[in-house]
Each structure stands twice: as C-alpha cells, then as structure tokens.
C-alpha cells in the first residue's frame, strides 16, 4: 500500500514577512506565577493575586486593564455568563416547567417555560397542558438559541427566548470554540455575502447554517423544523468552508466576528475544503486574514 506524503520547507509554509509583522504586534502571554505588575496603585482583578508588593498571575492569559484593575484574561476557560449575552446551546433534560441546558459554562442553565414562546406565538398564562407538552416544543439534544435573561446567586444562567429571533435550530452545522475568542458585538446574527447564516454564541459555541429566508427579528423562532428539507450540495460546502475557516482562525487564537470570518471565507478560496484542514493552509488563511483586518483598521 502506497501513500502520498506531501513535505515543504517551513519557510515556504507561510508569508515570513507577515509573520514577523504579527509577532511584533502580538500581546504578551503571562504563565502563572508571573509577575504582571510590581508598580504600587494598582489592584488585583480576576486572574491574579498578591505576592508581597507584586501582583501576579493566577492563570495562563493576556493582561487586561481598566484604569487601575489589572486582571488576566484567561485563554482557555469555561464560559462566564452575563446578561444580554446570545448563546447557543442544546437542551439535557426536561424537567418540571423548566428544561436544564448545556451552555458550555460551569454549571447547567435552566430554561424556564414561561420564559418560551407558545407555538403560533401565543401570549397567554401557561397552563398544565402546556407543561405536560414540554417534550414536544423542545426535548433533549435539541439545539436553540438564546439570550441570558438572568445569572442568579450560585452561577446558573437564566435564559430566555420569547424573541422570535430566538427558538429552536434547524440544520446545520454547530462549531465549539473557547469563549474568549468570540468578540462582542452589537448583533451576534449574520448573514454572510457567501450564502450562509451564523449565529456567534457568547459560550464558544458558532451555528452555521444555510441563509435564512427572512431577517433577524422575524425569524422562526419557535420549534419549527425543515429537517424534510435537501440542502443543495453548493450550500453544504459552503457551510463546511466556513466551518474550516472558523477553525483555521480559532487555531490561531484569532477573534471571530462577523468581518473576520468573512475575510477569512474569501482567502481560503485558492484551497479545497478539505485543505483547509493541513496545517500549511490554516495558518495561510489566518496569517492573510489578519493583514486584511490590519489594513481596515489603518
């Protein structure tokens, strides 16, 4: 049995000039027990103590500073929640007038039913028929987007969809990331000039899908499902284009937002989607991809 193995020289793997330009401007990496600060003023935030007069770094991360706070944001972590935040998540279990769900943070996350649409968009009191059909508006392993509502005492996010821009998912693609690598923004809804919708989960986790056929705020939002539906082959390798080029930039500890991820969709076109998935290509597609967003902010 014969394979083909394809080897280049690291210095034809990159652009080293662009390389070089990055890594000048990269921010430092603090590795715990590091000294971030020794001036005196200064306060300890997340992510740091206090060792003498120095202040030190209680995780691996970049410094981050307001005014006279000094904190290390963490490069991995779980997802710390705050209100507002769009996530996307998928449901664990029905439970009585709640369902739990999974958001990728510390503990699970309740849903609670009055804080659902109706199907048809109702606006009424829940009753008990309404909660002896839970299983049939969302049952377990559905995926759903949603809006942090509420963060009580111990940790544990409320969440809510009475948007209709909210709701369960259809098809599509969903794509774990770490949670500091997704920026925030205004809207976490895109639909890309490629032909496809994203949805930028607050919690690290992206859904991709095909481009829906109305905008943000009258979406389906509720539980209904084209799963009958054949997504054209064209609209599947778009989806799973992005889905590379997502991963391509979270590889490179880049932040994803909507500009990004389309910039880096129009680089990766030289490549195949399945070369997107070579070491060679991810770092060509994040390396370009980050010039283009030096050049915007120039």
């Not at 991360?61 to 997802?79: A, D, F, H, T």
């Not at 664990?92 to 968009?121: A, C, F, H, M, Y």
């Not at 969440?159 to 998912?169: C, D, E, I, M, V």
């Not at 390798?237 to 500890?253: F, M, P, Q, S, Y």
Request: proline residues 3%; hydrophobic residues 35%.
């Amino acid at each position: 049995m014969t394979t083909n193995v394809n080897i280049r020289l690291a210095l034809d793997r990159v652009n080293m000039g662009l390389l070089a330009q990055n890594q000048a401007n990269a921010p430092r990496l603090y590795t715990p027990g590091e000294v971030v600060t020794a001036q005196q003023g200064f306060m300890k935030g997340h992510g740091t103590y206090v060792e003498g007069d120095d202040i030190k770094a209680s995780v691996a991360g970049v410094m981050e500073q307001v005014n006279k706070l000094v904190s290390i944001k963490p490069l991995k972590s779980r997802y710390v929640g705050e209100i507002g935040d769009v996530v996307v998540a998928r449901i664990t279990e029905v439970q009585q007038k709640r369902w739990k769900v999974d958001t990728n943070s510390r503990l699970d996350s309740i849903l609670l039913l009055s804080s659902v649409n109706l199907p048809g968009g109702e606006l009424r009191r829940r009753v008990a028929e309404d909660e002896q059909a839970m299983r049939k508006y969302l049952q377990e392993g559905d995926l759903i987007s949603a809006e942090v509502q509420n963060i009580y005492d111990e940790g544990t996010l409320s969440l809510y969809t009475r948007s209709l821009k909210y709701g369960k998912l259809s098809q599509g693609l969903l794509v774990k990331v770490f949670p500091s690598l997704v920026k925030r923004r205004k809207t976490h809804f895109h639909n890309l000039p490629c032909g496809a919708s994203i949805i930028l989960g607050n919690n690290g986790f992206i859904w991709v899908s095909p481009s829906s056929r109305s905008d943000g705020e009258g979406g389906d939002g509720g539980f209904s499902q084209n799963l009958s539906e054949i997504i054209p082959r064209g609209d599947r390798e778009v989806i799973a284009r992005l889905r590379n080029c997502i991963l391509a930039l979270a590889h490179c500890k880049m932040m994803l937002y909507d500009t990004s991820i389309q910039y880096a969709y129009e680089e990766s076109m030289k490549y195949e989607v399945h070369e997107l998935l070579q070491q060679e290509a991810i770092f060509d597609v994040a390396f370009l991809t980050q010039h283009r967003l030096r050049l915007q902010e120039e």
